[in-house]
């Protein structure tokens, strides 16, 4: 596995194994790898002939400074899961590799980024669009990989795709949960032992609320009875439980046939923000 730390390096390598009829494969990550990072990884590798991961924790997408300061780096270990995970050029870069001078130009994704993770986090999808569109002019990947976990994010890339004209095909992959449900996520490691064992509720009412949407319970309700599932455990701060369209994130007020739903869910647990999400067809 190359590791590259410069935009010049990744860029001249890139260019050439495209020029020699190599088919690339880009996974993003802001590093402390799990087996759903792995898991895009994996996939990338059956189906590429190169495996380009980043791993920048990319400030301008933070709006909270200490969640900024407090994401978990291990370097070392992320290099260390790489490799044998398929993974043949690791790239990671310096804060100001990536940014030499601050980014000026401003994303503006509309209606998509006016609700959950865009509402409650300004300039979240400006900072996640700026780094993304850079890795695919650096990386030029045939492919690139995201999970649903962050279910919004994949919509936000979804346009820049779209709106940009990338030549690249997006592949999503399911959010891997630990075995008690919870979702994957690299913020997890900062969980108390108590909030550890606490954690696995916000699915367990994501699942709840499934089966109510399923059954045709009206979506204020299932909002409703959601945040109060949740607010059984004091230790939990809910910042928003959304039934949303999972084409338009828009909330919805009722169903139509054909039309997913997606669920999506923030709260706050011991100081660390959680969110997950459960498309229901
Ligand atoms: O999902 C993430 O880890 C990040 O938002 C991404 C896509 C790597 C951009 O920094």
Redesign the pocket.
């Known amino acids: 596995m190359l590791i590259f730390t410069t935009a010049a390096e990744l860029r001249a390598y890139a260019e050439q194994a495209r020029a020699a009829g190599r088919r690339l494969g880009l996974v993003?990550?802001?590093g402390a790898l799990h087996e759903g990072h792995l898991q895009l990884v994996r996939a990338a590798a059956q189906a590429c002939d190169e495996v380009i991961a980043?791993v920048?924790v990319?400030p301008t997408?933070f709006n909270n400074p200490d969640d900024l300061r407090l994401y978990p780096r291990l370097p070392e270990q992320d290099a260390a899961a790489l490799a044998p995970a398929g993974c043949t050029v690791l790239f990671m870069p310096t804060v100001s590799e990536v940014y030499p001078q601050p980014a000026v130009l401003r994303f503006d994704f509309g209606a998509l980024e006016q609700v959950m993770e865009g509402a409650h986090r300004p300039g979240h999808f400006n900072?996640?669009a700026t780094?993304?569109s850079k890795?695919f002019h650096l990386a030029r990947p045939h492919v690139a990989y995201?999970?649903q976990k962050?279910f919004q994010?994949v919509a936000i890339?979804r346009q820049l795709i779209a709106d940009l004209s990338f030549d690249l095909k997006l592949v999503v992959f399911p959010t891997v949960r630990e075995v008690d449900g919870l979702a994957m996520s690299?913020r997890n490691a900062r969980l108390s032992p108590a909030a550890r064992a606490v954690a696995p509720l916000l699915y367990q009412v994501l699942q709840q609320a499934a089966t109510q949407v399923r059954l045709g319970v009206p979506p204020a309700q299932v909002q409703q009875q959601a945040l109060a599932a949740l607010a059984q455990e004091s230790a939990f701060i809910p910042e928003y439980i959304e039934v949303a369209d999972a084409h338009s994130l828009q909330p919805i007020t009722s169903y139509e046939a054909g039309r997913p739903v997606v669920l999506c869910v923030a709260a706050h647990l011991g100081g660390v923000r959680l969110i997950d999400n459960m498309v229901v067809e």
């Open positions: 993003p990550t802001m980043s920048f990319n997408q900072g996640v780094v993304v890795l995201f999970g962050d994010q890339v690299s």
